[in-house]
């Protein structure tokens, strides 16, 4: 009998489901699937093999993805190990891992060159989190084979931990909004929280409801409110900068933004008549 299950991080199809999941959900078919890396920039993750359908979200350079199935279009049904989302990449962005990553990038976004120097014509750029595996360093730059190098500077250990997770959100203020992004050249609002919150060493859900249930102790919203706490409405979500000042990715700006929480407020309840629903508290 199958049990009820959230299909966005459950890897079970009327046709075919994770081993894992033999007995809890029913199948045709279970397989133990086989991880693989994202060798792309970011890789958009479908819920539909459509690429002209909305997307949910994005995987990373460097990302494990377990794959169950590789169709014929080209698409690979999967899940993503960081944080479990399930859905359908272009199986041309994925590959066998060679390598183990032991680096991870600490900057918004870094740039990738063909030789260690930086008066070189960059082919490429990996975001905040991206994981790449170092064979060597040559003066400032890290050698990854098969990609290029890297400005060492930017890159941090995998075990590396963020002081401030919202130091790290501020960073991308005046990024452009983009619905299931989570990188500098688009981000939307849970995807800027799991950023951040990942660099700081914090393993957070990828969407706003997920968060809400599994981040922190709740807090009084009328309470005095301080940095860090995340302020969550249904379907939103942004991160306090001090008492007064709200940080988040929105489609009203088409940005990351940072302006007073009361502002935020009055505008999401004139739009959509819901004010917040709660606001959690990181230990």
Known sequence: MTAAFDKRITPARPDLAADYLRGVVEAQA???????????????????????????????????????????EGWAWGQLKADGYVGYLPADGLREPVAAPNRKVSAPRTLVYPGPSMKLPPWGALPLGARVAVARETG??????????????????LE????DFVAVAERFLDAPYLWG?????GLDCSGLIQIALCASGVNAPRDTDMMEKALGAPVDAAADLRRGDIVFWKGHVGVMRDAQTLLHANGHHMLVVSEPLSVARARIMEKTGADVTSVRRLG
């Open 30 to 72: 279970y397989l133990p699937g086989c991880e693989m890396l994202v060798v792309e920039e970011m890789l958009p993750l479908f819920p539909q093999p459509n690429r002209e359908g909305p997307i949910d979200t994005h995987a990373l350079y460097g990302e494990s993805v377990v794959v169950y199935e590789i169709d014929e």
């Open 140 to 157: 400032d730059f890290a050698d990854v084979p098969g990609l290029g190098y890297v400005w060492r500077g930017h890159l941090a250990g």
């Open 160 to 163: 590396e931990a963020e002081a």
């Open 181 to 185: 992004g989570k990188t500098f050249c």
